[in-house]
T-cell receptor, first 115, second 113 residues
Framework: GAGVSQSPRYKVAKRGQDVALRCDPISGHVSLFWYQQALGQGPEFLTYFQNEAQLDKSGLPSDRFFAERPEGSVSTLKIQRTQQEDSAVYLC?????????????FGSGTQLSVL | DQQVKQNSPSLSVQEGRISILNCDYTNSMFDYFLWYKKYPAEGPTFLISISSIKDKNEDGRFTVFLNKSAKHLSLHIVPSQPGDSAVYFCAALNTGTASKLTFGTGTRLQVTL
């Protein structure tokens, strides 16, 4: 596809439910990032992959959050036993090997609401 | 600990006038700064950037100024157009780590006719 694709666009979960959010990066993009954007806040870094290797997961808020990118392309962010404070927009971004933030392309996000 | 701050949540400017959006940072390890623009229901898109070795970068109607000693940067939009109405995020990067951007909380710009 032409851009970063995220699915589902919206997700409503009951507290305690597990959810999985999908990201399809731009073809050929080596780096993939997940960000969490709470209402009225800026995006906050969660985790970073280079190809299939998860190089930085320092932003994951708890061990309920898990991300994977097994074949170096599609990535999944999984949240176990969701809590109300997990409600946010989850943004995925990808970038080619060369360049800094100007090469970062974001998807439209998945809006997660935990009831 | 908010390392990148945008103290103005919103700004309203008349079409044709200058829009000035401000950003402050606290981490002296940041050496690369970016502005992103975000429309509703879309992801942020890159607008303009500046390295810490410069104090100004210009791209068409958009200019970013960096004052390292004050740890302050600003985005100027001249002339402002209705299509510029969006949320603008300031972001900072430590190119030594280069793995993650730290974003501010955003400023909502409304350009009125």
């Amino acid at each position: 596809g032409a851009g970063v694709s995220q699915s589902p666009r919206y997700k409503v979960a009951k507290r305690g439910q597990d959810v999985a959010l999908r990201c399809d990066p731009i073809s050929g993009h080596v780096s993939l990032f997940w960000y969490q954007q709470a209402l009225g806040q800026g995006p906050e870094f969660l985790t970073y992959f280079q190809n299939e290797a998860q190089l930085d997961k320092s932003g994951l808020p708890s061990d309920r959050f898990f991300a994977e990118r097994p074949e170096g392309s599609v990535s999944t962010l999984k949240i176990q036993r969701t809590q109300q404070e997990d409600s946010a927009v989850y943004l995925c971004a990808s970038s080619p090997p060369v360049g800094l933030g100007e090469k970062l392309f974001f998807g439209s996000g998945t809006q997660l609401s935990v009831l | 600990d908010q390392q990148v701050k945008q103290n103005s949540p919103s700004l309203s400017v008349q079409e044709g006038r200058i829009s000035i959006l401000n950003c402050d940072y606290t981490n002296s390890m940041f050496d690369y700064f970016l502005w992103y623009k975000k429309y509703p229901a879309e992801g942020p898109t890159f607008l303009i950037s500046i390295s810490s070795i410069k104090d100004k970068n210009e791209d068409g109607r958009f200019t970013v100024f960096l004052n390292k000693s004050a740890k302050h940067l600003s985005l100027h939009i001249v002339p402002s157009q209705p299509g510029d109405s969006a949320v603008y995020f300031c972001a900072a990067l430590n190119t030594g780590t280069a793995s993650k951007l730290t974003f501010g909380t955003g400023t909502r710009l409304q350009v009125t006719l």
